[in-house]
């Protein structure tokens, strides 16, 4: 079992950063990949960046540049540094990781982004 907590949202100007954090629990050994997702009202969740216990990252085209994931493995942590925030960018924002058939989510964090 693994138990992850989001933190870090709120509302933000257009223009302007946050970063979300997401702290991991449980059988953390298990973990090898780590992502963040979003979901806006009326739409699918989608990827927005994942990273691996090696490093490897990857975005959705929409945030490459302005985003960056990154993990504090001493910590069990997962930053989510979000720059130049859009109003488009404005979701539910979840942490996730799946281990074997499992797939665990966090409770999310809202980002509001105002024009």
């Known amino acids: 079992q693994v138990q992850l907590v989001e933190s870090g949202g709120g509302l933000v100007q257009a223009g302007g950063s946050l970063r979300l954090s997401c702290a991991a629990s449980?059988?953390?050994?298990?973990?090898?990949?780590m992502g963040w997702y979003r979901q806006a009202p009326g739409n699918q969740r989608e990827l927005v960046a994942r990273?691996?216990?090696?490093?490897?990252?990857n975005y959705a085209d929409s945030v490459k540049g302005r985003f960056t994931i990154s993990w504090a493995n001493a910590k069990n942590t997962v930053y989510l540094q979000m720059n130049s925030l859009k109003p488009e960018d404005t979701a539910v924002y979840y942490c996730?990781?799946?281990?074997?058939?499992?797939?665990?989510w966090g409770q999310g964090t809202q980002v509001t982004v105002s024009s």
């Open positions: 990273i691996t216990s090696s490093g490897n990252t």
């Open positions: 996730n990781t799946v281990i074997g058939w499992a797939n665990y």
């Open positions: 449980g059988s953390i050994f298990s973990i090898t990949t």
